[in-house]
């Protein structure tokens, strides 16, 4: 790999600098589900405008109510991740033109810089899904191992650790009515103990049965769930063309969604899509993706700088269940994966 080549990487690198931050950071469960917030360089103040009832009987006389609006502003941060790199692309390009040639491919149609650079990215897009958004916690980066330090988990809190935190604060809880106590969920009882999870929540607050929400799971809850209903009616419980599950009981108003990056974890999280906020940058010039020369012309150093965090609008429109039924899992003591 002559130092020609690594120019054609660093050229790709500036043209497609863009295309590339959207693609480590977007087009993945998280803003396939939850609510993107963009072009957010540092923090984004959040508010859940809450109005108690207004409506009352005509009179002719002026009687006008006040204090009726309650306003709790929440703030999301994003944080910058960062990714250094040296590494030889001469090592890959041989193992690509033979892939590619192998399957009939024009190599000039799938330039190799291309193909090197996006794969950085998707792997980026792979750490920030399943390490940092539910368990990411940046106090790692005082208390963690070494490699917790470096790991994304410890650039931000993602919304498992920001949950355990309003638990421990008691800002959900069952006197709060935002935590609904279920004890381990499997596949003996996932049908019996989501839909008593729902009913409760719409017992606290009647408005549940009238909005469309969902019922964010990992797919071990999403599978314990198909097995259990399977052997509970003889039958799947999703349409089996687009395999989208309406929790049994709810008129189709909650949907199961299970998401990749939750692990096997047995916590489970109700609320609208709106209410999973996750913030990114994508537009300022504090995100970078830079190729260069470090001294070796076989060499390519790669920086690449990203801004991502998470957080709940309001703890008034979720429900979870208690952080405890993770005691005997992987999640989130399993670590960062491979």
């Not at 979870?320 to 993770?326: A, G, L, R, S």
Request: with cysteine; charged share 25%; proline share 4%.
């Amino acid at each position: 790999m002559s130092a020609v080549n690594i120019t054609q990487i660093q050229q790709y690198a500036e043209k497609h600098r863009n295309g590339l931050i959207q693609l480590a950071v977007s087009n993945n469960e998280l803003t396939e589900n939850c609510q993107v917030l963009a072009g957010v360089t540092d923090k984004e103040t959040m508010t859940e405008l809450e109005f108690k009832s207004l409506v009352k009987p005509y009179a002719k006389a002026w009687d006008p109510d006040s204090d009726k609006a309650d306003l709790t502003p929440r703030t999301l941060q994003v944080e910058i991740g960062q990714v250094e790199l040296e590494e030889e692309p001469l090592r890959y390009r041989k193992t690509y033109l033979g892939n590619i040639l192998k399957k009939g491919v024009n190599p000039e149609e799938h330039p190799f810089e291309k193909e090197f650079l996006e794969g950085i990215m998707k792997r980026i897009n792979n750490d920030i899904v399943f390490d940092a958004a539910f368990w990411g916690d940046k106090a790692l980066r005082q208390s963690g191992t070494t490699e917790q330090k470096k790991s994304v988990a410890a650039v931000n809190d993602g919304w498992m650790t920001i949950l355990n935190k309003e638990i421990t604060a008691g800002n959900v809880s069952v006197a709060k009515k935002n935590l609904i106590a279920t004890g381990v969920i499997d596949k003996t009882n996932a049908v019996q103990k989501l839909k008593y999870f729902y009913r409760k929540a719409a017992e606290y607050n009647p408005a549940v049965r009238a909005k469309d929400t969902n019922l964010y799971v990992s797919y071990a809850i999403y599978d314990a769930y198909c097995d259990n209903y399977q052997a509970l009616n003889e039958a799947l419980p999703y349409n089996t063309e687009y395999e989208k599950i309406n929790l049994e009981g709810s008129a189709g108003r909650c949907k199961i969604v299970p998401m990749a990056g939750m692990r096997d974890s047995k916590r489970i999280i109700l609320t609208e899509e709106w209410n999973m906020a996750y913030g990114v940058d994508t537009l300022s010039d504090q995100e970078r993706v830079t190729v260069f020369n470090p001294g070796n012309p076989k060499v390519m150093g790669f920086l690449g700088l990203f801004a991502f965090g998470f957080e709940f609008v309001s703890l008034k429109a979720l429900w979870t269940n208690e952080k405890t039924v993770d005691d005997d899992s992987g999640s989130p003591a399993s670590g960062p994966q491979a």
